[in-house]
């Protein structure tokens, strides 16, 4: 039973560092790629829709990302949208394709990067943090109800803290390699 729990218990702690890894992939680091437009979502006739799910996203070249929308009548609200986001990118379109030039960062553009990105690691470490409060609820009803020992509450209780400490690690180790690679010039 309480396998069962921390089974579940690991298994939200991977779906946490896993969307953490896939929030530090969108956002941009001097080149081109077509993550960094993931956490775009277009208001499509009212609906909030993916930008991936609109058009064809391409990197024709290291600097460049061409945007090609699957409805032409959605590119200036596509534009708009790229354009108010946090990226700090401005799009150009002519008629039937969005470019992005993806400029050399400044030094304050990078230093606002990282803390976008710690924001980002601390967002996932409480979502991690938030598993292990749940986990331990979860075992201290087990022992109240008496289906589980204070013994093996005990124990259970220092595998999931075991648990958090491993997953936060991976998420600072996943930090400082996004870090070094904004910083680079």
Not at 104 to 115: G, S, Y
Request: glycine share 6%; proline share 5%.
């Amino acid at each position: 039973m309480i396998d069962d729990f921390l089974g579940d218990a690991t298994q939200r702690m991977d779906k946490s560092v896993e969307a953490t890894h896939d929030h530090f992939n969108s956002v941009r680091t001097g080149r081109a790629t077509a993550a960094l437009l993931d956490r775009i979502t277009i208001d499509y006739y009212g609906t909030p829709t993916p930008l991936k799910n609109m058009a064809t996203i391409n990197v024709p070249e290291p600097r460049m990302l061409t945007i090609q929308p699957f409805d032409p009548t959605s590119i200036k609200q596509i534009e708009k949208t790229i354009q108010e986001s946090d990226l700090g990118l401005s799009p150009s379109n002519d008629g039937k394709l969005i470019r992005l030039p993806i400029p050399q960062l400044t030094e304050e553009r990078r230093k606002d990067l990282v803390k976008i990105i710690r924001g980002m690691a601390e967002e996932g470490r409480v979502a991690v943090r938030n598993v292990r409060r749940d986990a331990i609820k979860q075992l201290e009803d087990l022992a109240k109800s008496g289906d589980v020992g204070d013994d093996d509450e005990r124990a259970a209780e220092g595998r999931v803290q075991k648990l958090t400490d491993e997953h936060v690690a991976r998420i600072d180790e996943m930090l400082k390699r996004k870090e070094a690679e904004i910083m680079e010039v």
